[in-house]
């Protein structure tokens, strides 16, 4: 089992930059693929981004892409969502999640462990 904790949100200018970190609990982080989910008020949790366990494949929602990058610290167990150029409709609580399923995972059924969320506003 693993636990998961969220941090780095916060509020920002359009156009700015947020670094949010999700730190696990346990010692078999690194079998873990990992995945970043946000949910804005009002909407349906929705795929933001992924890594493999290795940290080799990522994969990004199109509305991200070129603007937010995902990356680990098997060592540190964490895993970072580094999000750039940001847009107000970016703004919403951002969550992490593990699974055990080997891949590169977009599927929120698929993951068995999540965070309580960090909050990210992005003002215009």
């Known amino acids: 089992q693993v636990q998961l904790k969220e941090s780095g949100g916060g509020l920002v200018q359009a156009g700015g930059s947020l670094r949010l970190s999700c730190a696990a609990s346990g010692r078999t982080f690194s079998r873990y693929a990992m995945g970043w989910f946000r949910q804005a008020p009002g909407k349906e949790r929705e795929f933001v981004a992924a890594i493999t366990w290795s940290g080799s494949s990522t994969y990004y929602v199109d509305s991200v892409k070129g603007r937010f990058t995902v990356s680990r610290d098997n060592a540190k167990n964490t895993v970072y969502l580094q999000m750039n150029s940001l847009k107000p409709e970016d703004t919403a609580v951002y969550y992490c999640?593990?699974?055990?399923?080997?891949?590169?995972?977009?599927?929120?059924?698929?993951?068995?462990?999540w965070g309580q969320g960090t909050q990210v506003t992005v003002s215009s």
């Open positions: 999640a593990a699974s055990r399923v080997v891949g590169v995972i977009t599927t929120e059924s698929v993951y068995s462990y």
